[in-house]
């Protein structure tokens, strides 16, 4: 089994920034995929990040030019800053781990709040 355990959200005015945090404990392989979904109140969770164990990096198209996902393997940790934030990114942020072997866990969710 893996665990996932957030920090770091909060509440921030619009143009702000925040740093995500996300430790991965358990069994862990070494080969995986990390990253961020988000579901805002009303909408369904949607994939704003992902980082493969070797560093490759995709993002949804609404966040590419204010958020940067990165990770410490040694740490096994991901994190995504979040730079000029917007109203709209107001979610609860979820962090996920996916293995080779397709099974996909999720952290208990942090919450994100931008005021305008």
């Known amino acids: 089994q893996v665990q996932l355990v957030e920090s770091g959200g909060g509440l921030v005015q619009a143009g702000g920034s925040l740093r995500l945090s996300c430790k991965a404990s358990?069994?862990?392989?070494?080969?995986?995929?990390m990253g961020w979904h988000r579901q805002a109140p009303g909408k369904q969770r949607e994939l704003v990040a992902t980082?493969?164990?070797?560093?490759?990096?995709n993002y949804a198209d609404s966040v590419k030019a204010g958020f940067t996902i990165s990770r410490d393997n040694t740490e096994n940790t991901v994190y995504l800053q979040m730079n000029s934030l917007k109203p709209e990114d107001t979610a609860v942020y979820y962090c996920?781990?996916?293995?080779?072997?397709?099974?996909?866990?999720w952290g208990q969710g942090t919450q994100v709040a931008v005021s305008s």
């Open positions: 996920t781990l996916r293995n080779r072997f397709g099974d996909r866990y």
């Open positions: 358990g069994s862990i392989a070494s080969d995986n995929i």
């Open positions: 980082i493969t164990s070797g560093g490759s990096t």
